[in-house]
């Protein structure tokens, strides 16, 4: 890297893609870990996931495991999976049920909020007080959980204010999870994400993606036919829905403008019409599952979640999709997609995973295939940071800033 | 590292080879990328691949992907393969046709020549004069293709008049590709250079080769009747052929000195007998194609072109077999293989692959095997360089000394 | 790493484990392998597998290939298996026999005390003398061969005078290889060591083994039961043999101390008693091929060596297994696990490798299965030393006072 992270922010110009290093620099890399992912709020994964006090999954944060767990009266704990004796790993499988933690090699047991209870075979004046599994902060807000592995304890108030009255009649809390997939991206995450925030590549790249929503379309080429189209849609919504949260909050085409860089907002969250004729985000526009959480009928268009730096979801009357980034190095991304589903839906009677699952795995997978492409183009010598479309990469452009901004002031990036 | 480069260099000793860091040292390698394979004119491929404008392949250079394409009347454009707007490789094809280069990403569509034509979405003030691909230098010289890297214009005129003259009979421009074969080799990229400086190692490592050739014998070991057999060669070609250019011009058994590395002369081609009842190199040295270019008649030896830092040639009357090598890291060489004849050959009826690619297949497989031997040892905290034979290791010597100097210099291994 | 490897030696705490560092850093990996790997004495292999003149074989130690082959007279030579004139590797066979050290690269020709005896094709005035093989100090006793690539000569005669007497009578000077199992663990060497130095672990990672021994007994666990039980086992042993060597050392639960820290003693056997029933570490106890050595009798217990940095050995009276580690990496360690048995057992008809090798081929990848998901969990930030236990971990603190005392004073750690 050519000098200092500062040197290589200062280059940056407002409204021109980010400078080579960004991508590739394992300096750049080690301070994204240190400045964003490590103090920020993560989506760790699904409150569906572990219903029953005991029911934990692992997920890996640059070099930690961690162990989230559902421990008494509902609580979520997340641990770090390390034991305190030796610093084995304690649960090495994805996911599982646990009445106490017991550590393979020598059998430390830890209860499900992680406090030490027994280590036959050391000393006696050994105080077990001292040697709890280290914690992680955890919150969960209607069914989603989010972690953050910062020492000091990071306010979550703000964002569960905004998120739990849009999220709470989809029903994430009472969904089950029908399908994960997991993907390996050869590209650093922030080029998954800058993809994630336009839709100027949608036309030729989603051909599925784009016959079910209006976010391909921008101020320079919404025609008047389109913009009918939108309006005819959202008048439809909105005399049924007097709820303001049922009712569609994004009227116009376009993508809601989406970070905030100058406030630090990392989450948002707003329902979008469909297009005419679609029920669901899906192949065909129909249904592919029984109705969510409080909806009773289609008409709710798309719930849409973001939240800074590694989780979407785009939720249909009938389904949500999850979409969560971890970072495995500088040109590399450990991305899982999940499909949910209302808890007692049946798979085979209620819905048919051939059905529920292409749409977004067949869109995920074509911009897998972009970002990787990406990355090997920004790895050129030859590569020079290009100017974004005002029109259609206006939220690229606040995303670049949101980055740089803090990556600037060296600190967590979502702490509000 | 054991100190700087300069340190390095200056330990070397003339007549012993390289320190141990020149083979797998990280700073080397960087030092090599830009002080010789980044100025340097590279061989990049073959006219004849890419014979009709919007005929493309591309080719991988330390980290940058390049695209060799044919133009209007004729004209080879080298393009870096990297999108003006967010940096999207263009063609992630090894090789195709296209009459507009479309980047996959939004579109931005570029001419064949690298101009940027349209970039629909992006505000109507953006000067499209200013986001034209990266161009490289290409030329090319009787159907072989060369490019470099280097900001600055770099002179080809010389090797153009040293080259062509010999390179015409062969009709490489009027060839076609019969077959290529890819090879990923474990070994840094002078080692496979050190290996084809010098047929010392022939005798017993090539079998197929020595029966065709006179390059392993050498000043201590070229016996009355060799020397006969070797004179006797020559003067039926030389009776046949009053053309210097067809005509013998390395007439001695032993390799031809190359390269010159005090007047930094990187590129050399001549003319040299093959073997009493060698018509071509092949198994049984019969011919193995029809005649390629203006031959008639397969007394014409083995025309041999190479040139630093990435190419050789070795051509019988027959058929023309090309060697490129692409540093992939310190420790490996991307190394292509092509098999030409002429271009109205048929295989089936003209040409049999299974004679066509045996010799010089079994030959490279030979040297790379070596080349990799090699590496694991030069690794070895116990190397020490050695010294060359006299005898039979000048022009690897050569090599050598060509290297350093560039090394020392700090610039283009070869501008003339 | 955080600072020079100094003030992380000296954080470390007498009674807890080590810091992360130690386990991932690259500095520290170095470091060990000047200071501990390079210098000290490694076991390299058994000398049953080259028994006669020109039997070798190869292994790797860092970036070194060393050959061991055995010469004239029965001795036994350790080279550096690299060419003195351009590197090549010699040998690439991990065993094999050969009357000369021909490199396959040029033919330059040595003996099996790696002098050079001709390079045909240098010049005349080369001093051949200059250009043997160079030698790495090699050391066999009572069938076990160790080298050391240190420059100085090291001394060796206290490990033989103490080794031999308790080596002699198992005779694996007399012995024959009836099975190899080569293992890459995913873990650092001294986490591989470390799991060796306790049987903390035992209870419930190791059915097979716990059954045949009473190793996993300690202070605090150990009932008037078991005391009873292993004075019985002693006591019969003791009647029989009079003979010292024969007898059993061990007489206690628990496991030998090893390594000395303070004396540097790298080096210990012992003989230690079986539990009632069993003849042999076989899965059920039984003798799984002939008597080994000077045993006519199963009452001998089992013979333990051990050596640091790099071997261990059980040897019961009918077979034994040897355990060589080799690290590839700060992460990665390379072991090999050998059964021995005697020189005239017959496969199929004297032993069987179902019944040989089942005991000791799970306890060791019950093992690495442990080390792995260690490293996995040293690597967490969240990692921090532990304590060991006073009972059970006795060992595991003294290796790691050898290691820091080793580390610290930046010389060979087995130098007597």
Redesign the interface.
């Known amino acids: 890297m050519q000098g200092p992270i500062e040197s290589l922010i200062a280059q940056c110009r407002p409204g021109w ?1 980010l400078e080579r290093d960004f991508y590739s620099d394992v300096e750049v890399y080690r301070r994204e870990m240190d400045g964003i992912w ?1 103090p920020g709020w993560l989506f760790a994964g699904h409150g569906c996931e572990i219903p029953r006090a005991g029911d934990y999954f692992t997920l890996e944060i ?4 961690i162990l989230v767990i559902r421990g008494e009266n509902q609580a979520i704990h997340a641990l ?11 649960c ?1 499988h994805p996911s599982g049920h646990a009445n106490r933690l017991v550590c ?4 430390w047991t830890y209860g499900l909020d992680g406090s030490l209870l027994a280590c036959r ?3 006696d004046n ?1 105080d077990k007080s001292k ?1 709890g599994l ?1 914690r992680v902060q955890a919150q969960e807000v209607e069914g989603l959980i989010f972690i953050s ?1 910062a020492a000091q304890s990071v306010a979550f108030d703000t964002a569960r204010q905004s998120l739990a009255p849009l999220l709470r009649p989809q029903g994430f809390a009472r969904a089950k999870v029908a399908s994960t997939m997991d993907y390996l991206v050869r590209a650093n995450w922030k080029l998954v994400w ?1 993809n994630n925030r336009e839709c ?2 949608c ?3 989603h051909p599925q993606y784009i016959k079910a929503n209006f976010d391909h379309y ?1 101020a ?2 919404t025609t008047p036919r389109i913009q009918q189209e939108i309006a005819a849609v959202v008048a439809q919504s909105e005399t049924k829905w007097a709820d303001a949260v049922l009712a569609p909050a994004h009227r116009q085409t376009g993508m809601t403008v989406f970070p905030d860089a100058e406030h630090h907002i990392w989450f948002s969250a707003n329902r979008t019409p469909l297009a005419e004729g679609y029920a669901s985000e899906s192949m065909d526009g129909k249904r592919v599952a029984p109705f969510m959480g409080d909806y009773r009928d289609a008409s709710v268009g798309t719930l849409r979640v973001r939240t800074l730096p590694n989780f979407w979801n785009h939720a249909s009357c009938d389904h949500g999709v999850s979409t969560r980034l971890l970072p495995a190095g500088p040109q590399l991304t450990a991305v899982r997609v999940w499909w949910l589903v209302d808890q007692n839906a049946v798979e085979g009677r209620d819905y048919d995973l051939a059905k529920l699952t292409p749409f977004w795995q067949l869109t995920s997978e074509q911009d897998w295939r ?1 970002c990787e ?2 990355q ?9 940071p ?2 974004y ?4 990469e206006y939220n690229v452009e606040s995303w670049a800033r949101w980055y740089l901004n803090v990556m600037r002031e060296g600190v967590g990036g979502n702490c509000q």
């Open positions: 893609s490590r640059d070099t930690d495991s770090h999976n390390v034991c305190r004796h030796r610093g084995s790993l304690i090495d393979p090699y020598h059998q075979g050391m000393q050994l040697f280290h592995l800058e100027y590549h036309n030729l790249n921008n320079d080429d972009i492409r990406q090997r183009g920004v790895n050129s010598s030859a590569y020079r290009g100017p479309s005002t029109y259609k």
